[in-house]
C-alpha cells in the first residue's frame, strides 16, 4: 500500500505565486491526501486565493516567521510523510512520484529535489542563480550537506523526534539547522535531482543583495553570541573582501559571466552597511537609554 502524503506551502503575502503552486500540487502524479495552505499573516489577497482550491487553510493570526509556519504545518498534518513546497515553486507532475520510493530505503528521514530557476529577465535574477543556487545539481546524492526545505519530503516522526524547527531562526537557516539535528541523530537524507520544481521568483538589486546577507548572516553564525564593532569590521576584512568578494568575483571570470561583476562589487558595499545596521539595532536593544541620548 503507498504511504499517505500530506503536503503544505508556507504563505507571506504570495498572491502573486500561490495559484501556480496549488494547481502544481494538484496536476501530482502521486496523489497527495491533503494540502495544507499555512497562512503566515498574510495581508494581500493570499487567503482569498487559496479559497478557490480544495485545500485546508491555517492561520497564523500575525507573521511569526518560516520555521513557526514550517512546526504549524507539521503539527497540523495528519500523515508521517510531509511534503513542504514553497509557494513560489511549481512542481513538475511526477515530483512526489520520484521521492516517495526513496522513503523505502533503510533510515532516510528527508527527501528533496531540485529547484530549477526559470525567471532570468533581470541582471539580478542571474546573480541569484549564480550565487544562491537551492540545489545541490545533477547527481543523485545520498547524504548530502544540508537538505534545502523549498521542496522537501519529511518525517513527521523524525521532526517530532528532534524538537521541531527552531523559531527564533524565522525566515532563515531553519533548514541548515534541521538537517544537522536530524544527521546528528543518525538519520539520512537523499537528493533527487529527477525530481523537479520551478522557481517562480523575480529579484531586484535590492531584494537579491538583502537575500544574499541574510543567508551569510546565518550561515557563518557570525552574531550567536552577539555583535561588537571590532567584528563588524574584522568581518569587513577578513570575510566580506578576502572570502566572499573574491570568490563572486572568482566565479564570474571563471563562468565568464562578466555582467554580473558590478554586482560583486555592490555587494562589498552592502554587506558591512548591513552589518552596521544589525550593530546599531542589537546596540539599541542592549543599551536603550544610551541609544536614545537619556541618562
Known amino acids: 500500500m503507498k504511504p499517505k502524503i500530506s503536503l503544505y506551502i508556507p504563505c507571506y503575502n504570495v498572491e502573486e505565486y500561490l495559484a501556480r503552486a496549488i494547481e502544481g500540487v494538484l496536476r501530482q502524479s502521486y496523489g497527495v491526501d491533503e494540502v495544507l495552505i499555512i497562512d503566515d499573516g498574510s495581508r494581500d489577497r493570499t487567503l482569498e486565493i487559496a479559497s478557490c482550491y480544495p485545500v485546508q487553510v491555517v492561520r497564523h493570526e500575525r507573521n511569526r516567521g518560516l520555521a513557526a509556519a514550517r512546526n504549524t504545518a507539521f503539527r497540523s498534518a495528519r500523515n508521517d510523510l510531509v511534503a513542504a513546497l514553497d509557494a513560489d515553486c511549481v512542481p513538475e507532475p511526477d515530483w512526489l512520484e520520484k521521492l516517495v520510493p526513496l522513503f523505502e530505503r533503510q533510515g532516510v528521514a528527508a527527501a528533496g529535489g531540485r529547484l ?22 545533477d547527481r543523485h546524492i545520498v547524504n548530502p550537506r544540508f537538505m534545502f526545505g523549498n521542496n522537501l519530503v519529511l518525517r513527521k516522526s523524525v521532526l517530532e523526534e528532534v524538537g521541531w524547527y527552531t523559531e527564533s531562526l524565522r525566515t532563515n537557516g531553519e533548514d541548515v539547522d534541521i538537517s544537522a539535528r536530524i544527521r546528528a541523530r543518525g538519520h539520512q537524507f537523499v537528493y533527487e535531482p529527477a525530481a523537479v520544481v520551478k522557481h517562480l521568483r523575480h ?4 531584494s537579491a543583495l538583502d537575500a544574499y546577507w541574510r543567508w551569510w548572516r546565518y550561515g557563518v553564525r557570525a552574531y550567536s553570541n552577539g555583535i561588537r564593532l571590532r567584528s563588524v569590521l574584522g568581518h569587513l576584512v577578513h570575510v ?46 542592549a543599551h536603550p537609554r544610551r541609544i536614545s541620548g537619556e541618562v
Open 116 to 137: 530549477v530557476e526559470t525567471v532570468q529577465r533581470s541582471v539580478a535574477d542571474r546573480w541569484r542563480r549564480a550565487h544562491m543556487p537551492q540545489e545541490w545539481g
Open 240 to 285: 566580506h573582501f578576502r572570502t566572499t568578494f573574491l570568490g563572486l568575483v572568482k566565479q564570474d571570470l571563471r563562468s565568464k559571466e562578466y555582467e554580473l561583476l558590478w554586482l560583486d562589487a555592490l555587494a562589498l558595499l552592502y554587506m558591512p552597511y548591513r552589518d552596521i545596521q544589525l550593530f546599531l539595532e542589537v546596540a539599541s536593544w
Open 203 to 206: 529579484d531586484t538589486v535590492r
